[in-house]
């Protein structure tokens, strides 16, 4: 079906489909007509004084002049190239000069103008921005970002253009919408806490012309927001989710004194400071302990004599990676994405992240549990099997049930009806549905976002309701 024969619901799906949470690919310029089976390529780099040529195979993928083959427009630079990092929409253009990057911003303006700002928002958004409004705000932040200004925000206003509260299942989306714009954020948003400020900035087109890869680049790793094909990752707690860890540093010069440390040390309630010859130059850190020790050795000593050794970490390193030497040092400094020591992470603040996320999973658990007490105190197992595994091949008892399981069993309205509860059974399943998205992002650590109160509550009143209804 042509676009002039296509019916306006049929219009406003494919506009949403080609502007909710995918990434485009040549093969949608293809089948828009922006770009025919065959057109031929070129990625010049006039301060190296090269060329590379290519042509756009019929399903869509990118062949250059050896004959390789790759999906990826940055993959394809890359291989082309032999090293560097590229974003690959920004290097190519067909043969009337444009770039691929300007077929397809001309093909989202058509999807945007074309989606209807009214239609709902997928099922985990909340918010009345409609795909097209998010359109516009992406395009604006890059433009900024063109001209050398950057939109600046916090992670929490970053994730409400989504409608959403915590990361995890709308990562995916957020990424590839981005992508489409040739963004990234600076640091990454899933790798710092809700509250940090991050940056809207263009994908490096090229982060160093001598930059060499280890072995071949056909398998060489494209990094994040540069490369369309990366897999979807599931984010779980780094370092700079905590939200001391790009809090800021209070630190002194290797040239201070002990009466200057000691003084912000008891101002600060520190146990610690870093001793910093810059933003990037770490030269250690000093300690009630270690100026009791240096003094101790040398009553005339110097501060020089008290610094030991600091241990400090990306922020987008894996937490649970950095235990061991929070164990041995108590805490560890943490570098932004330029490189700065930009906060301290602590034994205690690391104490408190898993405690609330073991506290999730003890809610959590009470709450299976119960559902599953009440499922098997009022039916058989025949009655669950027949609506939940009708061929008999997953549920051998009700402990082998999920959460969809007794979502599926309570919302049947005659098992409703035999349960015997005198409430509304629309409203519970809603509110059960609700519950099993939140569970399934704690269970699969698909966030690294603490659970909003909101739905810690909705899981305690729950659990509450189950403790009355289902003795």
Same mark, same amino acid.
């Given at each position: 079906?042509?676009?002039?024969?296509?019916?306006?619901?049929?219009?406003?799906?494919?506009?949403?489909?080609? !502007?909710?949470?995918?990434?485009? @690919?040549?093969?949608?310029?293809?089948?828009?007509?922006?770009?025919?089976?065959?057109?031929?390529?070129?990625?010049?780099?006039?301060?190296?004084?090269?060329?590379?040529?290519?042509?756009?195979?019929?399903?869509?993928?990118?062949?250059?002049?050896?004959?390789?083959?790759?999906?990826?427009?940055?993959?394809?630079?890359?291989?082309?190239?032999?090293?560097?990092?590229?974003?690959?929409?920004?290097?190519?253009?067909?043969?009337?000069?444009? =770039?691929?990057?300007?077929?397809?911003?001309?093909?989202?303006?058509?999807?945007?103008?074309?989606?209807?700002?009214?239609?709902?928002?997928?099922?985990?958004?909340? @918010?009345?921005?409609?795909?097209?409004?998010?359109?516009?705000?992406?395009?604006?932040?890059?433009?900024?970002?063109?001209?050398?200004?950057?939109?600046?925000?916090?992670?929490?206003?970053?994730?409400?253009?989504?409608?959403?509260?915590?990361?995890?299942?709308?990562?995916?989306?957020?990424?590839?919408?981005?992508?489409?714009?040739?963004?990234?954020?600076?640091?990454?948003?899933?790798?710092?806490?809700?509250?940090?400020?991050?940056?809207?900035?263009?994908?490096?087109?090229?982060?160093?012309?001598?930059? $060499?890869?280890?072995?071949?680049?056909? @398998?060489?790793?494209?990094?994040?927001?540069?490369?369309?094909?990366?897999? $979807?990752?599931?984010?779980?707690? @780094?370092?700079?989710?905590?939200?001391?860890?790009?809090?800021?540093?209070?630190?002194?010069?290797?040239?201070?004194?002990?009466?200057?440390?000691?003084?912000?040390?008891?101002?600060?309630?520190?146990?610690?400071?870093?001793?910093?010859?810059?933003?990037?130059?770490?030269r250690g850190s000093v300690s009630w302990k270690s100026i009791a020790r240096a003094r101790h050795a040398d009553p005339g000593a110097h501060l020089s004599q008290a610094i030991v050794d600091a241990r400090d970490v990306r922020y987008d390193h894996d937490l649970i990676e950095v235990l061991a030497t929070l164990v041995e040092h108590d805490f560890v400094l943490v570098r932004d994405q330029h490189n700065a020591i930009a906060g301290i992470v602590t034994a205690a603040d690391v104490a408190q992240? =898993?405690?609330?996320?073991?506290?999730?999973?003890?809610?959590?658990?009470?709450?299976?549990?119960?559902?599953?007490?009440?499922?098997?105190?009022?039916?058989?197992?025949?009655?669950?099997?027949?609506?939940?595994?009708?061929?008999?091949?997953?549920?051998?008892?009700?402990?082998?049930?999920?959460?969809?399981? =007794?979502?599926?069993?309570?919302?049947?309205?005659?098992?409703?009806?035999?349960?015997?509860?005198?409430?509304?059974?629309?409203?519970?399943?809603?509110?059960?549905?609700?519950?099993?998205?939140?569970?399934?992002?704690?269970?699969?650590?698909?966030?690294?976002?603490?659970?909003?109160?909101?739905?810690?509550?909705?899981?305690?009143?729950?659990?509450? !309701?189950?403790?009355? =209804?289902?003795?």
């Open positions: 079906m042509t676009d002039s024969a296509a019916g306006p619901a049929e219009t406003q799906s494919r506009a949403r489909y080609l !502007l909710d949470g995918r990434r485009l @690919t040549i093969a949608d310029l293809l089948g828009s007509g922006l770009l025919k089976e065959g057109a031929r390529l070129r990625f010049v780099r006039p301060r190296v004084g090269e060329s590379h040529e290519a042509v756009v195979t019929p399903r869509g993928w990118i062949q250059l002049s050896d004959g390789e083959e790759f999906r990826s427009p940055s993959k394809a630079a890359m291989v082309a190239v032999g090293n560097g990092t590229f974003d690959g929409w920004e290097a190519w253009q067909v043969d009337d000069g444009r =770039y691929l990057t300007q077929l397809r911003q001309e093909l989202l303006d058509r999807a945007a103008e074309e989606a209807n700002p009214t239609a709902p928002e997928i099922e985990h958004q909340q @918010t009345s921005v409609s795909p097209s409004e998010r359109h516009a705000r992406l395009k604006e932040a890059r433009d900024s970002a063109e001209t050398g200004h950057p939109l600046s925000l916090s992670v929490q206003e970053l994730l409400a253009w989504w409608g959403a509260t915590g990361r995890g299942a709308v990562n995916d989306q957020i990424q590839a919408e981005l992508a489409n714009h040739s963004l990234v954020t600076s640091p990454e948003f899933d790798k710092v806490s809700l509250t940090a400020t991050v940056r809207l900035v263009k994908a490096a087109e090229e982060q160093t012309e001598d930059l $060499s890869l280890v072995g071949s680049p056909v @398998t060489a790793a494209v990094p994040a927001g540069v490369s369309e094909e990366l897999d $979807s990752r599931e984010t779980g707690l @780094t370092v700079g989710t905590l939200p001391s860890a790009l809090a800021g540093i209070v630190s002194v010069k290797p040239t201070a004194t002990f009466e200057e440390v000691i003084t912000l040390m008891l101002l600060h309630d520190f146990s610690q400071l870093p001793v910093l010859a810059g933003p990037h130059n770490l992240a =898993y405690g609330e996320l073991a506290g999730h999973f003890l809610l959590i658990g009470e709450m299976d549990r119960r559902l599953r007490q009440v499922i098997a105190g009022a039916f058989t197992l025949p009655e669950v099997t027949g609506l939940c595994d009708p061929e008999g091949e997953r549920i051998a008892s009700f402990g082998d049930m999920t959460v969809g399981d =007794y979502q599926r069993v309570l919302e049947n309205p005659g098992l409703w009806v035999q349960l015997g509860w005198p409430l509304d059974r629309k409203v519970f399943i809603a509110r059960l549905e609700e519950i099993r998205r939140i569970r399934n992002n704690v269970m699969h650590f698909n966030s690294s976002d603490p659970l909003p109160k909101t739905d810690v509550d909705k899981i305690r009143h729950l659990n509450k !309701l189950l403790r009355e =209804y289902g003795e």
